[in-house]
Structures are given as structure tokens and as C-alpha cells.
């Protein structure tokens, strides 16, 4: 399970590097993904049995949301 946060971690670094390069579309086809992935390793998350894993959950959402935030603002500002 720690294996699957860390690819998440991928993800974002993903989407940043195509944010910066303009590519709002394929930036918003990968937060797509991620909030997918997430939601479907998420249930499996076994806190209790895992050690650090409740703190890369945590890290995970916040870095989701962080992004969806982002890519609103990049596209309100390429329309300005």
C-alpha cells in the first residue's frame, strides 16, 4: 500500500511538469486519475496494520485537493 501512495507522489510531479508546460488539458486528464486512484487504494488502507500509512493518506489528499486548486487558477488565468 505504501508502494501505491509513493506512485501517487509520481503523479503529482506528473501533473506539475504539464502545468508548467501549459498542457492544462492533459494536467486535468491526470488529476482525473489521481482523485480515481486514490479513491480506489484509499478504502484499502489499513491504518492500524501499516506503519506511516494514515500520514501518506493525509499527504495524498492534501496534494490532491493542492492540485485541483492549481489547475483551476492556471485555467482562470490562460482565459484572462
Known amino acids: 500500500l505504501l508502494g501505491c501512495f509513493d506512485a501517487i507522489g509520481d503523479l503529482k510531479r506528473k501533473i506539475l511538469d ?5 498542457d492544462l488539458d492533459r494536467a486535468t486528464k ?10 480506489s487504494v484509499n478504502p484499502l488502507s ?30 482562470v488565468f490562460k482565459n484572462l
Not at 18 to 22: E, S
Not at 50 to 69: F, P, T, W, Y
Request: charged share 30%; glycine share 4%.
Open 18 to 22: 504539464l502545468m508548467a508546460k501549459g
Open 46 to 75: 489499513y491504518y492500524k496494520f501499516v506503519a506511516g500509512l494514515r500520514q501518506n493518506v493525509d499527504i495524498s489528499r492534501k496534494s490532491l485537493e493542492e492540485l485541483k486548486k492549481l489547475i483551476i487558477f492556471s485555467k
Open 30 to 39: 491526470f488529476i482525473e486519475f489521481y482523485e480515481k486512484f486514490y479513491n
